[in-house]
């Protein structure tokens, strides 16, 4: 595809259940980041992905979160027993290459809603 | 850790004036980047200063960025209805992902 996709675009779930976003990057990025956007606020960093390295989970809030990526592909995020904290819009971004000057291009989001 | 702050929280204008957008931030950086965002979903790039530069345009747009005040400006010339979004600076640096700060949120009236 031309851009970054991400579904769902909206997910309402009740409080405790587990939820599992997708990410699409564009094809033959390397890099893929997710960020977390609650109401009126700026981006926070979840987690970041480069090709075949570990990835950088420094910005994941508690172990209920993980994410996986399939080398070059498809990242799904993961949010475990969600709590109504957890209500925010889920960020993915993915560039060519990691790095300073390397802009992120950003999916549509998806919008969590925990009941 | 966010580490740009954006000011002024929100930007009121009408069509044809220049809105002026700053940002602040902490610690060194390799560049400073801004994004727009339309309605709370996906961020678009608009443009990137790097560290050893002061002034930068692109179209409408102009970015300043002065590194011993740590802060950055950015100017959009010529409003239009349309540039109404929330605007963001974003750093990075030593890491990979971008500290964004919280915004400016801007509403330009015809």
């Known amino acids: 595809g031309a851009g970054v996709s991400q579904s769902p675009s909206n997910k309402v779930t009740e409080k405790g259940k587990d939820v599992e976003l997708r990410c699409d990057p564009i094809?033959?990025?390397?890099?893929l980041y997710w960020y977390r956007q609650r109401l009126g606020q700026g981006l926070e960093f979840l987690i970041y992905f480069q090709g075949n390295s570990a990835p950088d989970k420094s910005g994941l809030p508690s172990d209920r979160f993980s994410a996986e990526r399939t080398g070059e592909s498809v990242s799904t995020l993961t949010i475990q027993r969600t709590q109504q904290e957890d209500s925010a819009v889920y960020l993915c971004a993915s560039s060519l290459d990691r790095g300073a000057l390397n802009e992120q291009f950003f999916g549509p989001g998806t919008r969590l809603t925990v009941l | 850790s966010q580490q740009g702050e954006e000011d002024p929280q929100a930007l009121s204008i009408q069509e044809g004036e220049n809105a002026t957008m700053n940002c602040s931030y902490k610690t060194s950086i390799n560049n400073l980047q801004w994004y727009r965002q339309n309605s709370g979903r996906g961020l678009v790039h608009l443009i990137l200063i790097r560290s050893n530069e002061r002034e930068k345009h692109s179209g409408r747009l102009r970015v300043t960025l002065d590194t011993s005040k740590k802060s950055s400006s950015l100017l959009i010339t010529a409003s239009r209805a349309a540039d109404t979004a929330s605007y963001f600076c974003a750093t990075e640096g030593s890491g990979y992902a971008l500290n964004f700060g919280k915004g400016t949120s801007l509403l330009v009236t015809p």
């Open positions: 094809s033959g990025h390397t890099a």
